[in-house]
Antibody
Framework: EVQLVESGGGLVQPGGSLRLSCAAS????????MHWVRQAPGKGLVWVSR????????TYADSVKGRFTISRDNAKNTLYLQMNSLRAEDTAVYYC?????????????WGQGTLVTVSS | SYELTQPPSVSVSPGQTATITCSGD??????ASWYQQKPGQSPVLVIY???KRPSGIPERFSGSNSGNTATLTISGTQAIDEADYYC????????FGTGTKVTVL
């Protein structure tokens, strides 16, 4: 069974940093591209970032580029999101998401999410 | 940046057909996916590559994509289909639609 378990969320002050982790199991982690998607309270889904299988290629939404860094450790089956210079508008549930093996960018498994709250 | 627009809400009677649209510039030239999200739960992929259903998704869910509009159709809508639905496409970056709340009256 595919499982994606996020951790690391919490309350942080504006300008602060936080690192999210996502523990993957039930599939060969190193063979899948991975994403982070966020959802502010009561709002819609927003794509955040994507990383390729070996971590050599990353893409970011304009809203987080230069502040967030996606990475992975295939030996530990873990995806990360390092978030710096956090702003109030970064407050959201952050989902770790697996991209399907299809040639198209479809997101076939989602974690339960971890809540990040940026507030003083 | 690329944008996808959906109607905020769609209402449907049980057993009837719900149609949800997703509009974007030349969306038909890209592949569209659809996700269902129920309150307090994570999203679930219900349609990928415009019209394909993942394993376990009921046949009443179908999709199409042409021109500037992708469409998710729920035939014989059931109460359990009440949820938020989001379209998604890839345009050098990920893009989600604005979301549609489907209410089964």
């Amino acid at each position: 069974e595919v499982q994606l378990v996020e951790s690391g969320g919490g309350l942080v002050q504006p300008g602060g940093s936080l690192r999210l982790s996502c523990a993957a199991s039930g599939f060969i982690f190193s063979t899948y591209w991975m994403h982070w998607v966020r959802q502010a309270p009561g709002k819609g889904l927003v794509w955040v970032s994507r990383i390729n299988r070996d971590g050599s290629s990353t893409t970011y939404a304009d809203s987080v580029k230069g502040r967030f860094t996606i990475s992975r450790d295939n030996a530990k089956n873990t995806l990360y999101l390092q978030m710096n210079s956090l702003r109030a508008e970064d407050t959201a549930v952050y989902y770790c998401v697996r991209e399907s093996v299809e040639v198209t960018v479809d997101l076939d498994y989602w974690g339960q999410g971890t809540l990040v709250t940026v507030s003083s | 940046s690329y944008e996808l627009t959906q109607p905020p809400s769609v209402s449907v009677s049980p057993g009837q057909t719900a149609t949800i649209t997703c509009s974007g510039d030349k969306l038909g030239d890209k592949y569209a996916s659809w996700y269902q999200q129920k309150p307090g739960q994570s999203p679930v992929l219900v349609i990928y590559q415009d019209a394909k259903r993942p394993s376990g998704i009921p046949e009443r869910f179908s999709g199409s994509n042409s021109g500037n509009t992708a469409t998710l159709t729920i035939s014989g809508t059931q109460a359990i289909d009440e949820a938020d639905y989001y379209c998604q496409a890839w345009d050098s970056r990920g893009v989600f639609g604005t979301g549609t709340k489907v209410t089964v009256l």
